[in-house]
């Protein structure tokens, strides 16, 4: 496919802007394309015209949370496919179990440790 | 001496002593540690050396030798027992707030009305001629002091009301107690200055004794051996200072000197209110408990010296021995060192006058008035007037009343006795209060009819064998009394009652009277029933280590007891504040809304019953409280004693009956309780979820990004500072959530104390303003607030009433646009509520956020702010002003800007 032979393009949505800059700063430094979106709107907004290869999902957002979110894109036909990583303070059974069921194919706890988040992100490209 | 100086002298002085008072008081909020500490405590205590100490001492010395020693050696042999029984009086005295030495008798034995009033009226005969006696003491010293040829010195020569010093004196030493003795009504408030002042006079009185006692060794005689030399040439003198069988001190009246003093260090009434009522922490009874024995040694080292001297100088002059101390310094010309003793003189008197009459005056006022005002229906029902001011008006008329007896007493009787025999029979008449005292403290089947009847009887042997015989012998009754006895009853001889003879006055009052007030105690107790009131007293008193321990203690009341009631009974006595203290902390400690009060727990009626106690005494607050409270049925304990009386198995089985429905809805309520708890259960673990998320937010930041550093080292410098302000920015957020979290559930869970205090709310917020106008400017908004010109007062504590302000205003200027925001600020009266209001025109608040703005962690606006708040803020605000009793309120539509209101309860000016 075409993103093949391109950069491969993450998407970061968290509310929280100072982890969304933590985040993109780490992406970028593995040569990766980013764009950061604050909410669930904004997410789906940017899936249709950034079209990335990847999704960093915050859980607790506000307007449209992390679940919500990734139910849309999962109900989406062109990006049901995209890998999601959801990332999360919330670190319960229970909640990583949600967190499945909408979609995620992995599931990170805040606060994380930058080479895990690396690992988990080049896994998935690998693959994805 | 021109008798203006002395005067004007007299007079500088007693200034002086205001003056320390005074200041003593003021300095006291900002060094609490200038009065109490445990020096001055035990100088206070040395109140116990009066005039008596001062002239009469050397007075007794010179005819009887080391006898006058007695007196001091009992309360320093007293003074190691402190450790274990003044502390223990301190401790009950703080627990029952108690007032006065009567307040303490009558509380024990279950808080009788009839004891206190007996205790007081015995108090004032026995203290009445001793405060006589300082009066007479200053004004014997003063006329010995003055030049009688100038025409002011010839007026005051005491025939005429206006022309005695001794008049003067009295009225002088009232005014200084009402102005320091009798300030505060309620006696958890100590008198600073006072016990300052008395600290200042013994020094003092040591100072001066010790003046003339180095001039009589040093400047008279060439040193103590020489005058001791010579005195042994003169048989009958040395016979003052020999401990052989020709003493002259008779071995029998040491040692009745020594148990007498021994019971007075505690029972005398100005003893037991500078020791235990005056003393501010009961760790300072350890030092004084060798500081006091020193004073009392060091006060008399130059007793026998004087005294021998005196009697060498004056060798068959007839001089009044109890005026060597001053006619020797005049003997010898040294006006200015007579004048050194006069002030000495007059600071022994004058303290133990101040102490006595406030004593006293407490006393009179809350043993006998009280009960009998209470008892008026004037009193109990008109509850439109407060009290409090009346109360202490009260104490100073007592004050003046008391003085004026003692004044009259002093030229009716007062002239005829010598200092120390009028001392001695006061010593005798108070040691009658300790067998009781004793068994209060020790014996927990002691009675109130059997402290009754021991009081009485001791008061009478006293009576009959001190006073009563004295007045026959001044001839006032018949003189045949002492020859046929009462009624021409040999055994009722005033000096050999009984046929005991051959003992002396003092010796053989002392050995009848106590003999039979405690017998009298003792077998009483053994046939008399207490009640259930008295035996939980006597519980409380003879183990109060245990109850301070723990406080539960079994409740009396069981009736229904109402706030409105109490209430106004609180407000009438202690006055509104304090009334509006003490119901707001019952309110915030028991989580009930004040409105919602009506019936309250026993354990507010008891403190309530406390609280009156401080104030009015413990019987007058016993009888306050019976008139408001509904008593329905007695405790368990008083149960058993009706059974025990009665045997009515009748009754004991309805008491189970009643007890078995109680037991029934007590399980209901527990039940109802458990669910409760269950619920609360489930909302905390939700609010801990929550902050576990809000926390690990800002961590997650801080590791990412010092990870990022950490392992970037060619970071770019830009980069690098950029990631470590972020670092330390959400450190900061971190911090601020932590604490926020804390203080929030301190609050909730009644832990965070409310300082409650009149409180200007104009003050508060026009503060609050001044300290966010700079955040106003750095946005470019305008703050409109416009300060009524009156204050406004509430009841609050100002630092949490400034925090809800801050966080209101601070969202308004947060969520206000730059440039064209307008925060306004509103403060008006609304009926018996003050309202404050704060209005934005920000982006306000969306209807379905509306409802939860105030739960934690709504973070309504999702707004973009570099600084996002903690969302905390506003259920701190609500929980402040739900712990004022008042309501906070917002009212928004989305793009129109919000407003805050809160409500609180208005205080009217009023007070």
Redo the contacts between chains.
């Keep these: 496919m075409l993103n093949q032979i391109t950069k491969t393009r993450v998407l970061i949505v968290d509310?929280?802007?100072?982890?969304a800059?933590?985040?993109d700063?780490?992406m970028q430094?593995q040569g990766y394309e980013t764009t950061v979106a604050?909410?669930g709107e904004e997410a789906l907004q940017a899936i249709a015209d950034f079209q990335p290869n990847l999704v960093i999902l915050d859980v607790?957002m506000?307007?449209k949370d992390g679940l919500e979110t990734a139910t849309a894109i999962r109900q989406s036909s062109a990006y049901q496919d995209v890998p999601i990583i959801f990332l999360t303070?919330?670190d319960s059974e229970q909640d990583k179990l949600k967190g499945y069921e909408a979609g995620g194919e992995l599931y990170l706890t805040?606060?994380?440790?930058?080479h895990d988040l690396v690992a988990m992100v080049n896994e998935l490209r690998v693959y994805g | 001496m021109s008798a203006i100086f002395l005067i004007l002298a007299s007079i500088g002085y007693l200034g002086l002593l205001f003056g320390i008072a005074y200041f003593s008081e003021r300095l006291e909020t900002r060094n609490p540690r200038l009065v109490n500490n445990p020096y001055t405590y035990a100088l206070s205590l040395a109140v116990y050396c009066t005039a008596w100490t001062f002239y009469g001492s050397v007075g007794r010395a010179a005819y009887s030798g080391i006898e006058f020693l007695a007196i001091y050696i009992g309360p320093s042999l007293m003074a190691p027992l402190w450790y274990f029984m003044l502390r223990k009086i301190i401790l009950i005295v703080r627990h029952q707030q108690i007032n006065s030495i009567a307040d303490f008798i009558s509380s024990r034995y279950g808080k009788s009305t009839f004891l206190g009033g007996l205790v007081t009226i015995m108090a004032l005969f026995f203290i009445i001629p001793y405060i006589s006696l300082q009066l007479k003491a200053i004004s014997s010293s003063f006329s010995l002091l003055i030049d009688r040829t100038s025409s002011l010195g010839a007026s005051l020569d005491g025939r005429s009301l206006l022309g005695d010093p001794a008049f003067y004196a009295a009225m002088i030493l009232a005014a200084f107690t009402i102005l320091f003795g009798i300030r505060h009504l309620e006696t958890t408030q100590k008198h600073s200055g006072l016990v300052a002042a008395i600290s200042f006079e013994s020094v003092i009185k040591l100072f001066a004794f010790w003046a003339v006692g180095v001039f009589v060794c040093w400047g008279i005689f060439e040193s103590p051996t020489q005058l001791f030399e010579q005195a042994n040439s003169h048989e009958e003198i040395a016979a003052l200072f020999r401990f052989d069988a020709t003493a002259t001190v008779n071995p029998l009246t040491w040692v009745v000197l020594i148990v007498l003093s021994m019971a007075t260090i505690v029972c005398l009434p100005r003893q037991f209110h500078i020791s235990v009522i005056e003393n501010q922490n009961p760790a300072h009874v350890n030092k004084a408990i060798w500081l006091f024995p020193m004073y009392l040694f060091l006060i008399n080292l130059f007793v026998l010296p004087i005294a021998v001297g005196g009697r060498l100088m004056f060798s068959g002059q007839g001089v009044d021995a109890d005026t060597f101390v001053l006619s020797l310094p005049l003997l010898e010309g040294q006006t200015e060192l007579a004048f050194v003793v006069f002030i000495g003189g007059l600071s022994a008197a004058s303290s133990m006058v101040i102490v006595s009459v406030t004593a006293l005056s407490i006393m009179s006022s809350n043993n006998l008035l009280m009960p009998w005002l209470v008892r008026t229906r004037t009193v109990r029902e008109g509850l439109e007037v407060d009290l409090s001011d009346r109360l202490i008006h009260i104490r100073r008329i007592l004050t003046f009343i008391i003085m004026l007896l003692a004044y009259v007493y002093f030229i009716t009787l007062g002239q005829k006795a010598p200092l120390v025999s009028t001392g001695l029979i006061s010593f005798v008449g108070v040691a009658q209060f300790a067998p009781v005292i004793l068994g209060a403290l020790y014996w927990k089947d002691g009675t109130k009819r059997a402290a009754t009847s021991a009081l009485l009887v001791g008061f009478a042997v006293w009576a009959f064998t001190l006073p009563f015989a004295a007045l026959a012998d001044a001839g006032v009754l018949s003189e045949g009394i002492h020859q046929e006895g009462l009624w021409g009853l040999s055994i009722l001889k005033p000096y050999a009652l009984f046929g005991l003879e051959g003992l002396d006055p003092i010796s053989h009052a002392t050995f009848w009277s106590l003999l039979l007030n405690s017998l009298t105690y003792l077998i009483v107790s053994q046939f008399s029933q207490p009640s259930a009131l008295e035996q939980k007293q006597a519980n409380l008193f003879v183990q109060i280590h245990r109850y301070i321990a723990e406080p539960k203690e079994a409740t009396m009341w069981r009736g229904k007891a109402f706030l409105r009631d109490l209430k106004p009974l609180l407000a009438r006595f202690l006055g509104e504040e304090r009334s509006y203290q003490i119901v707001q902390e019952y309110s915030i400690s028991n989580g009930l809304d004040l409105e919602n009060i009506t019936e309250v727990k026993a354990e507010f009626v008891e403190r309530v019953e406390t609280a009156l106690a401080g104030a009015v005494g413990a019987a007058s607050a016993r009888l306050l409280i019976a008139s408001a409270v509904k008593e329905e049925t007695l405790d368990a304990s008083e149960i058993m004693f009706a059974l025990d009386e009665t045997k009515e198995v009748m009754q004991y089985s309805k008491e189970l009956e009643e007890k078995q429905a109680e037991l029934e809805t007590t399980y209901k309520q527990l039940q109802q309780a458990n669910g409760r708890l269950q619920a609360m259960d489930q909302l905390r673990n939700e609010f801990l979820r929550t902050v576990t998320h809000e926390l690990r937010t800002p961590i997650t930041s801080i590791r990412s990004m010092a990870q990022i550093v950490h392992e970037n080292p060619d970071l770019p410098l830009s980069k690098r500072a950029e990631f470590l302000g972020i670092v330390v920015k959400e450190s900061e957020r971190l911090s601020r959530l932590i604490n926020e979290v804390l203080d929030l559930e301190k609050m909730e869970a009644g832990h965070a104390k409310m300082n409650l205090q009149r409180l200007d709310m104009v003050e508060v917020i026009s503060t609050s303003v001044e300290r966010l106008t700079p955040l106003v400017q750095a946005k470019n908004q305008q703050l409109r607030w416009k300060a009524p010109n009156d204050p406004i007062w509430i009841m609050g504590d100002r630092d949490r009433m400034i925090q809800v302000v801050i966080n209101l205003l601070s969202n308004a200027i947060k969520f206000s646009p730059a440039e064209k925001g307008i925060v306004h600020l509103e403060l008006k009266i609304r009926k018996d509520q003050v309202r404050f209001l704060v209005r934005d025109n920000g982006k306000g608040i969306s209807g379905e956020a509306l409802p939860y703005i105030f739960d934690k962690f709504t973070q309504f606006n999702s707004t973009r702010e570099q600084e996002k708040g903690s969302g905390l803020g506003l259920s701190i605000c609500w929980r402040i002003v739900y712990l004022h009793q008042g309501k906070i309120w917002v009212e928004s539509t989305l793009g129109q800007g919000a407003s805050f209101w809160v409500e609180l309860p208005h205080m009217k000016n009023s007070l």
């Design positions: 509310d929280e802007p100072n982890i800059t933590a985040i700063f780490l430094q604050r909410d607790m506000p307007r303070a919330r805040k606060p994380f440790d930058n």
